[in-house]
């Protein structure tokens, strides 16, 4: 199923190498979710990996702060260590908003 979201670039971070084959890196979007009259402001982390055979971090190129953008992404997972759970929410399109042929997919 292929899930997406428009907003609003909040940050990014620096990447962060996991291992030798492996690289991450988050982009933060704030959307805003309409619930009856309202709209409630909601933040999520993306996910972007690197490994020797994908560079979904690639997408981010030309990305900033503040940049209205879609996020396609796969259906969150969420996984069970030492009692904790952790979710995360794998990116895999980054689509600058007035971008004129430029958008990363």
Do not use: H
Not at 14 to 19: C, F, G, H
Not at 45 to 56: G, M, Q, R, V
Not at 79 to 93: D, I, L, M
Request: glycine share 8%.
């Amino acid at each position: 199923m292929e899930l997406q979201v428009k907003g609003k670039v909040v940050a990014i971070t620096t990447p962060k190498a996991v291992s030798d084959m492996l690289t991450i890196q988050q982009v933060v979007v704030e959307w805003f979710k309409e619930v009856k009259d309202t709209s409630y402001a909601r933040k999520t982390a993306f996910e972007l990996k690197k490994t020797d055979k994908f560079d979904s971090i690639k997408k981010l190129d030309g990305v900033s702060v503040g940049d209205l953008v879609t996020v396609k992404f796969n259906e969150p997972e969420s996984r069970e260590y030492n009692g904790q759970w952790y979710t995360k929410c794998e990116a895999w399109g980054i689509f600058k908003e007035g971008a004129s042929g430029g958008s990363k997919g």
